[in-house]
């Protein structure tokens, strides 16, 4: 979910105004240009292979109403993997798909994988509606809200369901406990779809997933506190300069053939029309880099090496004497979006959406309301959350206005302690402390069954990949803990269904 | 709700064929004729009178799509009645209307009138959409399923969030517990809000909630040999007799000129056009007399007097020697329409429904969809249970078919004893075992804070009446358990509120 949430930031924590200064339309906010795109599955290892085979359910359009069109069909795409399963006793894992091609989570939710041995789990990756291959109206489903109006996370839960309970009857599985995994929004849904459906799924694994960070529940501040804190964690020169190089940025954009110079000193592949592309640029680099600061080289939102925001600040403070903050902080973001090296120019303002995660917009217009602003503290430009003008943009582009207190509403969130304390059960919230969202999850315990796995170290859904030799030891430990708890879910399970038949 | 399910009661245990032998639409279902409709509120006493004022409330027409169209807005009414509250510390009793006017339901569940002053609460009845004055699209709401489309359990679950959330707030009462109320489909939705909204509702009181009587988790024939085995305990003369009045009645209606005939038996105004509005006006008088066996006169479906099926008993062992089993079931059925004894003709055939409750024939033919079949040890005629056949009864009515399976995915019901054993809290199902409805409740306890109350000697929500001097002691017992179980969530969420704070 990582870049798509991020879309909804980048307009949330900048001053969008009317004039030309205004931020474009959010969903033409993919840094990534048309060749990075190409490198998610090329041009760096992904990992271990994976196995899967791909099906498709004809899912219910409209599960909450029952006017003729709602009972229109689409095919939603799954992805199957039961080379390690044990249909008579072995569980299911389930994973709840998020704002991206289904593919795409498959490879970096490495973790399923590696524990389904010991599981003798049937895997499950569910894409999401109106995401990867799974479109209501095929090439319409994005055209406006009339197609639209049919994608939103409760939708995508009741899919869940009718699909887990179909797919469990025609495997002659209606016994196999579901354990539902998910990370970012994926782990939003993973952790309602426990909530909402616990007649489906026995527990929930939710990694990385904000599920705090609406309404007024985390300080609009948050996210962008905690990039700049990782930044500052690394070296306070690294978080000045950067704090520093939006003021270069603006000054220099505002002077005689001001964007020229900044081409040039972006390496920009064509001239920049706009200062705000390039301020996007480095914005998207720094924040998903934040996001992504794995102890391990790794490919999730771009090829990078270990500890990414490290390296960003080794080049930051490691720069020639003399170099502009502006330099500086280029030469760090091209880290993020030239780490291997294969680039010449860059094609900002121009880039290309690989995942087919722009959807994201609609949610984030519709429900979706996470509000964001940049406090003096952190190395962004200062900007307050104005929701009267993201509700204008939302009208002007859709038709239909935000729903800010809708998702809090259906789901809760507000004293979740106390609320959950005495419902519920069977849920791990993950959360590395590193991973700017982390803010807006879950990271105390609730119950002795609804449980906050926190690392320090960690970042966006680290715990969800592919087990690596060079892991450190608490992320191994955190997974560990993760097995255990999941297990105990199922043995208990098990226990209550033999006291059940008894 | 108890009539309008029955309504699909009788369609799906009796044998509905394409011939002129079909059932008429279940709308027109409503046995009570337009005189009768006026002794609800008028010829017999309703019980202490209460107090509310009424209020509207903009609501949105579809929670769960964002179409231009779902974002259409009705008013929904509510009353309320603060006469006892304290805003400060007094907790909001919300009853979740059903599928009628909700002064009807106000007026039937003065347990909540009785318990606000001990409690200091809040009263507040919300009126179910589509229903009473709670109409999306003003006359032509029941027109179609393009407006119809948009009634169901789970849009009314979601008004209810959205009016409470917003009339907290509006008070300043944000604060404050809430504890929803609802009796037989309100009792559904009572206990399916706290499942799937324990963050708006601390706990529910499920009074006859029969969660359990979709797929195949109640044996399809329990609700007419709940009804039967109340007949039959009262004697065994009695069962015999309806059971026996079925067949004499078809006889009668096979000879020449037997509808005159029959129309003398019956006492109609006019001329019986059909056998089958005979057979349906005795078969809903058995049926709710059995649902509403209170051991006080009460006039909740009818006018009635204390324990009326041993009144109807009564009847027809007393009758006459020579008369015929018809007769009998006639002179006995008799007794739930004409208790008062204001008629002296019976408009059968001719139904009013004074409290707008056909409206439920959409949700039967949608969502609701609940097996019935008559068993050969009932007293009713034999019958299976055809979901091919209703089906397309409802295609035929609707242009949509029914999606059987769909409450079960939505609000779980299987296994239920297993799955909310470790999940979810404070409900209480209460069910009084003269009930027929009861037999598709939750009748055992599930967890220490999921729990049931049975009464072997109560009827369909009875517990919901009005406390009377000649309560029997039992059902003093129950309510007092009740209030007992609802003090202690509302202490415990105030002792949560105060360690939270600190």
């Given at each position: 979910m990582a870049r798509a949430l991020l879309l909804l930031l980048l307009l949330t924590c900048t001053v969008s105004?009317?004039?030309?200064s205004k931020l474009p339309?959010?969903?033409?906010?993919?840094?990534?240009?048309a060749s990075d795109?190409?490198?998610?599955?090329?041009?760096v290892p992904k990992g271990p292979k994976i196995n899967y085979t791909t099906h498709y359910f004809t899912q219910?359009?409209?599960?909450f109403t029952y006017t003729p069109k709602s009972y229109k069909t689409f095919q939603q795409k799954y992805l199957l993997n039961?080379?390690?399963?044990?249909?008579?006793?072995g569980p299911v894992f389930v994973y709840t798909g998020?704002?991206?091609?289904i593919e795409w989570f498959a490879y970096n939710t490495g973790f399923m994988f590696d524990v389904a041995p010991q599981f003798k789990a049937l895997l499950v990756f569910i894409e999401h509606r109106f995401y990867g291959e799974s479109k209501?109206?095929?090439?319409?489903?994005?055209?406006?809200a009339e197609t639209?109006?049919?994608?939103n996370s409760q939708q995508a839960l009741a899919d869940y369901a009718v699909l887990i309970r179909s797919l469990k009857r025609n495997l002659s599985a209606e016994a196999a406990p579901v354990v539902a995994f998910g990370g970012s929004y994926g782990g939003m849904l993973a952790a309602w779809f426990r909530l909402k459906y616990p007649h489906i799924t026995i527990g929930a694994l939710a990694s990385?997933?904000?599920?705090?960070?609406?309404?007024?529940?985390?300080?609009?501040?948050s996210f962008y506190d905690g990039v700049s804190l990782d930044f500052k964690e690394e070296s306070w020169n690294c978080f000045d300069v950067i704090k520093g190089g939006w003021v270069e940025l603006m000054a220099l954009s505002e002077q005689k053939e001001g964007l020229m110079e900044l081409s040039r000193t972006f390496k920009t592949c064509k001239d920049l029309h706009s200062v705000y592309s390039a301020r996007d640029w480095l914005w998207t680099a720094f924040v998903y880099t934040a996001m992504v600061d794995y102890p391990t080289r790794a490919n999730f939102m771009a090829p990078l090496p270990a500890y990414p925001v490290k390296e960003m600040c080794r080049i930051i403070d490691g720069?020639?004497?003399?170099?502009?903050k502006l330099n500086k902080a280029f030469a760090a973001a091209s880290l993020y979006y030239n780490y291997t090296s294969t680039k010449t120019c860059f094609n900002i303002g121009n880039e290309s959406d690989s995942h087919g995660l722009h959807v994201w917009d609609w949610q984030a217009c519709t429900e979706m309301i996470m509000p964001m602003s940049c406090s003096n503290?952190?190395?962004?430009p200062p900007s307050a959350y104005n929701a009267k003008e993201s509700g204008d943009d939302c009208l002007k582009k859709y038709g239909v206005l935000p729903r800010p207190h809708w998702i809090t509403t259906e789901f809760g969130g507000h004293r979740i302690y106390e609320v959950l304390k005495r419902f519920g059960s069977n849920i791990i919230f993950s959360n590395g402390m590193?991973?700017?969202w982390s803010r807006g999850?879950?990271?105390?315990?609730?119950s002795s069954s609804i449980v906050a796995l926190v690392t320090e170290?960690?970042?966006?859904?680290?715990?969800?990949r592919f087990a690596t030799k060079d892991d450190p030891e608490w992320l191994t430990q955190q997974r560990k803990r993760e097995i255990e708890i999941i297990k105990k879910w199922i043995d208990e399970y098990y226990a209550d269904l033999k006291k059940s038949s008894i």
């Open positions: 105004t009317t004039t030309s339309p959010l969903h033409t906010y993919f840094p990534r240009s795109a190409s490198l998610f599955h090329t041009q219910t359009l409209d599960h039961s080379n390690h399963w044990d249909s008579l006793s998020n704002e991206g091609d209501p109206f095929g090439d319409d489903s994005h055209s406006s639209l109006g049919y994608l990385s997933a904000p599920i705090l960070q609406f309404d007024d529940m985390t300080p609009w501040t720069f020639p004497r003399g170099g502009s503290e952190s190395m962004f590193k991973d700017p999850g879950v990271l105390k315990n609730i170290q960690g970042a966006h859904h680290l715990d969800f």
